[in-house]
């Protein structure tokens, strides 16, 4: 179980209210691989008697079968902060990646380093925590030196670790949200709980001091906040399949107040990073390889040495590789344009493996949103569209952050030359995108309602 809290605190996520909630996730009859392993965002001992496990053990392990934590919910539990003495290399440089970078000899620090074989990392957490050190380490080699001096290609010395690594997990073999935010986290003061975001600090730092800092904690705590939203999903669904309205009503307000938490998390983004070092510093080193500098040098992508001489092109990190929102989508029924659900299809490729199949079992379940068409209860209709009105809000408010620190900066910066810099690191066009998603979410709703943005 995740350390984030000492023996005598509650549990970050919060207790499940209600045995209408414990009845549904066990009980849950969407597709048959969910009714012996799906993971429930829940910490109650009574759980081992309702599904009949013998051991906290054999719950723990149902739990991690979508690598879901009842304590932190799509992050990673008890992360490894260092590798084996094997790994030093990666150790040194990735633990002090931010210093190499401004000192400028970060390329010089990756080339001497050997080809180290990734074959001696043994769990799951190891391999999590390479690809988080590799891909800061590719990240810092390809764009030490800005958009116009990148390089044609990677050495093998990260490309061949990083790449296997990559394969290893399921991810893509560069920086994405899957590692940096939700496996790039520690305690500082094992006596207190995490939820104290002063309590917390990243593994691997990029530069842009406190406001690189920040960025990356708070994606971490609204994915953290959106973990028993899981269970709420799964409600609503059981609650379809049974024609249960007033569980199907009880779910949405507690997915509701899940995604209005996450909203008030997202927003303390503008009081804690600064918009113009996240643009200006931190930005650049989440580009992809085979973005527009690329094209501009004539590279077409990044040679990953020792795997192919072929360029490769990785789109750069993005929120819509977060794993929250779209099970959210799911479990609504919230149906996106061809556009963005191919855009919305490419991020999942870069999420873990386990949270792209927990979106497609949802989206594989009965339609809420038919089922509360056919219901003649208002109160029914009223629940869905308020939920559904908090995922626009939060999307408003996203929008609002985009804004703010890359389209305002944008327009200030005198450098216009790039136009993928107008994209989202992702690919995406973005005000453009998020503006069509939230149009989406708010054309599902029985009744419109005005837009906050």
């Not at 501009?296 to 590789?321: K, M, R, T």
Request: charged share 20%.
């Amino acid at each position: 179980m995740c350390p984030m809290l000492n023996e005598n605190s509650k549990c970050i996520l919060g207790r499940l209210p209600g045995r209408f909630v414990r009845r549904q996730i066990f009980n849950v009859m969407i597709p048959a691989v969910l009714r012996s392993s799906f993971p429930i965002a829940m910490s109650d001992p009574a759980v081992n008697t309702m599904i009949k496990v013998d051991s906290q053990e054999s719950l723990e392990e149902k739990l991690s079968t979508y690598h879901v934590s009842p304590v932190c919910g799509y992050l990673l539990s008890s992360p490894r902060s260092m590798l084996p003495g094997y790994f030093d290399d990666w150790n040194e440089i990735a633990l002090h990646l931010t210093d190499f970078i401004e000192e400028g000899n970060i390329r010089q620090k990756v080339e001497k380093m050997s080809v180290l074989d990734h074959e001696q990392l043994t769990s799951h957490r190891e391999l999590r925590l390479a690809h988080l050190m590799l891909t800061g380490i590719a990240a810092a080699y390809v764009w030490t030196d800005g958009v116009k001096g990148i390089p044609k290609f990677l050495p093998s010395c990260v490309a061949v670790p990083l790449w296997r690594v990559s394969e290893r997990l399921g991810v893509q073999p560069i920086m994405s949200h899957c590692s940096w935010s939700l496996a790039n986290w520690k305690i500082i003061d094992q006596s207190k709980p995490a939820t104290d975001l002063k309590n917390r600090e990243l593994i691997v730092n990029l530069p842009g001091g406190d406001t690189a800092k920040w960025f990356f904690l708070m994606q971490q705590q609204t994915d953290l906040i959106s973990g028993p939203g899981i269970a709420y999903a799964i409600g609503m669904k059981k609650a379809v399949l049974d024609g249960d309205e007033v569980r199907l009503v009880q779910n949405l307000g507690l997915l509701k107040s899940t995604v209005k938490k996450m909203e008030v998390c997202i927003k303390q983004i503008h009081g804690l990073c600064d918009p113009d070092t996240f643009f200006h510093v931190l930005r650049p080193f989440m580009m992809g390889f085979g973005s527009q500098p690329f094209t501009a040098a004539g590279y077409g992508g990044l040679v990953f040495q020792g795997i192919s001489d072929v360029p490769q092109q990785h789109l750069g990190a993005s929120a819509a590789q977060s794993p929250a929102i779209p099970i959210f989508d799911a479990a609504l029924g919230i149906i996106h344009d061809t556009s963005n659900e191919n855009f919305h299809e490419t991020m999942r490729r870069y999420m873990l493996p386990a949270h792209r199949k927990l979106i497609e079992d949802l989206r594989k379940g009965p339609s809420t949103k038919t089922f509360v068409d056919k219901c003649s209860n208002e109160k029914t209709t009223k629940a869905y569209d308020d939920c559904l009105q908090a995922v626009a809000d939060f999307r408003s408010s996203h929008l609002k952050i985009v804004a703010r620190f890359i389209t305002i900066p944008l327009r200030k910066d005198e450098r216009k030359t790039e136009d993928a810099v107008a994209k989202g690191t992702g690919g995406s066009d973005v005000l453009k995108y998020l503006k069509s998603t939230r149009s989406a979410t708010t054309d599902t709703m029985f009744k419109t309602k005005t837009n906050s943005t």
